[in-house]
């Protein structure tokens, strides 16, 4: 089983990433998928979470209306486009696998996106 991010990297304020998150080792379809992220001294916390089929997608308050999830089923990786982008969007950001229901639960090792003038 394998999620591995990539796409992240120093960006500008007000500037996009997309983050992308390929997963292989399991029915990607079956699993409901979101992306975390962890700043320096903060714990970790839910950015966006979407359900297995693609559909429901919710967001943290501080990242509604700038962050869109989507999912590619047939490619299985999830994305994250992060736009507009604050000093306090820098962490690490972390994709996780959860199929619901069975307790099955991958994450991925996380990809850096720092923001910064």
């Known amino acids: 089983v394998q999620l591995v991010e990539s796409g992240g990297g120093l960006v500008q304020p007000g500037g996009s990433l997309r983050l992308s998150c390929a997963a292989s080792?399991?029915?990607?379809?079956?699993?409901?998928m979101s992306w975390y992220r962890q700043a320096p001294g903060k714990e970790r916390e839910l950015v966006a979470a979407?359900?297995?089929?693609?559909?429901?997608?919710n967001y943290a308050d501080s990242v509604k209306g700038r962050f869109t999830i989507s999912r590619d089923n047939a490619k299985n990786t999830v994305y994250l486009q992060m736009n507009s982008l604050k000093p306090d969007d820098t962490a690490v950001y972390y994709c996780?696998?959860?199929?619901?229901?069975?307790?099955?639960?991958?994450w991925g090792k996380g990809t850096l996106v720092t923001v910064s003038s």
């Open positions: 979407i359900t297995s089929a693609g559909g429901s997608p």
């Open positions: 996780r696998a959860r199929r619901i229901g069975y307790g099955v639960d991958y």
């Open positions: 080792g399991f029915t990607f379809s079956y699993f409901a």
